[in-house]
């Protein structure tokens, strides 16, 4: 069987392999049809992944190359080691009910190497084209599920936040900014013409879902897409011609929605609020916060090792009596100081710098307009990581979070041999591009 016959067919499978995934984790379907309709485990369909990338590795053992370059893979073999380690330390076994949350980590690793493995043989364009589907799809059962606050969760469930839409994600807070991180990575391979209609997409979705993070890290990105010259000057012209009308349209269905009499006036009015109070918020959720935080803090503060992994979990009995609490953290960067101690806030701060790094890398050294965009897209995924952590404590364990991730992190390793290739043409003689291209191939 020849080389080239090998290589066709892996790639041909690696990109099924991403779409197929890409559809099922970047729509919110796992935990949906797990939480609200009883369906299978979300660990089946990691299973999956991982079947996938292990049919890949046969196929094509130079598969495994992308990930064993890559940094961050071994960031996330200390996470998951270390955490491990603490779990020894503190003498809890693995099946402890309060170490799900060490398992999660865990399972996470194993899915970010699963995917970098895929999506580095896999065609881009393919992914990108699920991603902006996916967006889209996202944008219209957001504002179905505004109009219609119980068609996707029932009222009688303790999921269920009417007013507050988010279709598949549940959570509204991760629904709006999972829809700004898939606009953030199919930017740079989208065409110019068509990248006022992903920031429309992105701009009218965000809206519904009242996650006041969300909708300010999207006008932080669509200030820095403006600012970076990602549109034409006709497309941006257009862009500020429709905004107008999609503002109209927006007010249209906030209204049939606010009529309905079925949504919490009082919780959409108080988060609108907070934009016309120049971020203050005082409601229920803003409080719980504040609260969390001063609490987090002060247990780090005593417990400077920390409490071990998944202690400041409130699902959990022996979490609730070692944290205190009904809620967690609601925030990255205290989560590991609670968990890791100060070890935990230097292993997030880790993981931060080599996302900045890599995107700052490939931003200011570019061969190509759209390789400067991917490097760009990197630091905006730095920023969500970065923002995000300080209004959320699950960011690590999204696996569709994940999946954008190592798409990203995938681009950045091929732009950098593009241009290594590039060098190579301008100072090798052609026997010499031809020996080394054989030996990469192999």
Known sequence: MSMD????????????????????????????????????????????????????????????????????????????????LWLIWLDDGYLDPDNQNWRQRFLLFLFFATCLVLVSAANFRRFVEVLFGCAL???????????????????????????????????????????????????????????????????????????????VFAGLVMAVWVWRGQFSKKAFLALLLVIPLGVAIGSALFTQGADSGEIDSEDITNRLGFFQQMGEANDDSAIERRYVSELAWKIFMENPLGLGPGKADPGKADSV?????????????????????????????????????????LYRRGLSRQECDIGMALVLVGIYFSFFGFFSHTLLREPHVVMILTFLLAAEHRAIAGRTRSMLTETQPVEAIVEIEDRRRV
């Not at 379907?29 to 009883?38: A, G, L, V």
């Not at 370059?69 to 996470?79: A, Q, T």
């Not at 009688?156 to 629904?175: F, K, L, T, V």
Request: with cysteine.
């Open 5 to 84: 016959f090998v290589t066709s067919k892996s790639h041909w499978f690696a990109t099924i392999s991403l779409v197929v995934l890409g559809i099922i984790f970047e729509s919110g379907w796992p935990n949906y049809y797990y939480t609200i309709h009883d369906g299978p485990v979300v660990l089946w369909y990691f299973a999956l992944s991982g079947v996938m990338a292990v049919a890949l590795i046969f196929l094509r053992p130079i598969a495994l190359k992308p990930l064993l370059k890559e940094p961050l893979f071994y960031w996330y073999v200390v996470y998951s080691i270390t955490g491990l």
């Open 137 to 215: 799809f996202a944008t219209v059962s957001y504002w179905v599920d505004f109009i219609n606050p119980f068609l996707y969760v029932s009222a009688d469930m303790e999921q269920s936040n009417p007013g507050r839409a988010a279709g598949w994600y549940i959570d509204a807070n991760q629904a709006g900014g999972t829809l700004v991180l898939m606009c953030i990575a199919a930017m740079p391979f989208v065409a110019m013409r068509w990248r006022v209609l992903l920031s429309l997409i992105m701009l009218i979705g965000v809206f519904p879902t009242f996650s006041r993070s969300s909708i």
């Open 321 to 361: 009596k070692a944290w205190g609490y009904s809620a967690s953290t609601h925030n990255m960067y205290l989560l590991l100081l609670v968990e890791q101690g100060l070890f935990g806030g230097i292993l997030y701060l880790a993981f931060l710098s080599i996302i900045y790094y890599k995107g700052i890398r």
